[in-house]
């Protein structure tokens, strides 16, 4: 198959694309790190989200955002939404169920920014910012994430 203006494939994919072996690893790597804790003041829970995110990411958010609460007595939550995708139903239903049972705190979370240029996430935060009128909720678009940053640790 050396034939004059055959291209062969490089390594790890077939002429159709990436291998299956390679495709697989893929995602694979994508999983490792739906939710990373991000660097943030002290009274600031930060979280960057990727891909697609599952019940299990909440293992790592809850337990963050209840040290920040139990350190402080209002705080503000940054997510970086920028590479987000989806969210399982597990996800969902975790977050919910984390949702309420903050109810007679939500007080306590002043503010909460969301870093997206997705026009339904910027319709999501409108909607609960109307809904919890308690919590200042805003979209920072993705090239002002330091901006965001600023706004959310503004909590007295």
């Known amino acids: 198959m050396s034939g004059r203006g055959e291209t062969r494939p490089?390594?790890?994919?077939?002429?159709?694309?990436?291998?299956?072996?390679?495709?697989?690893?893929?995602?694979?790597?994508?999983?490792?790190?739906?939710?990373?804790?991000?660097?943030?003041?002290?009274?600031?829970?930060?979280?960057?989200?990727?891909?697609?995110?599952?019940a299990d990411d909440y293992d790592k958010v809850i337990p963050a955002i209840e040290a920040k609460l139990s350190?402080?007595?209002?705080?503000?939550?940054?997510t970086d939404l920028t590479d987000f995708e989806d969210m399982t139903a597990g996800a969902l239903r975790r977050d919910l169920q984390y949702g309420l049972s903050k109810l007679g705190e939500l007080h306590r979370f002043k503010r909460a920014a969301a870093i997206s240029d997705k026009q339904w996430i910027k319709?999501?935060?409108?909607?609960?910012?109307?809904?919890?009128?308690?919590?200042?909720?805003?979209?920072f678009p993705e090239d002002e994430k330091a901006k965001a940053l600023k706004w959310v640790a503004g909590v007295q």
């Not at 350190?71 to 940054?78: C, E, F, N, R």
């Not at 319709?123 to 979209?139: G, H, K, N, Y």
């Open 10 to 54: 490089r390594p790890g994919t077939s002429a159709n694309g990436p291998s299956l072996s390679r495709a697989g690893q893929q995602v694979r790597d994508r999983r490792k790190k739906m939710i990373e804790i991000i660097s943030a003041p002290r009274s600031v829970a930060a979280f960057r989200v990727a891909g697609t995110v599952t």
């Open 71 to 78: 350190d402080h007595k209002d705080i503000g939550v940054l």
């Open 123 to 139: 319709a999501a935060t409108e909607m609960t910012d109307a809904l919890f009128p308690q919590i200042e909720a805003r979209v």
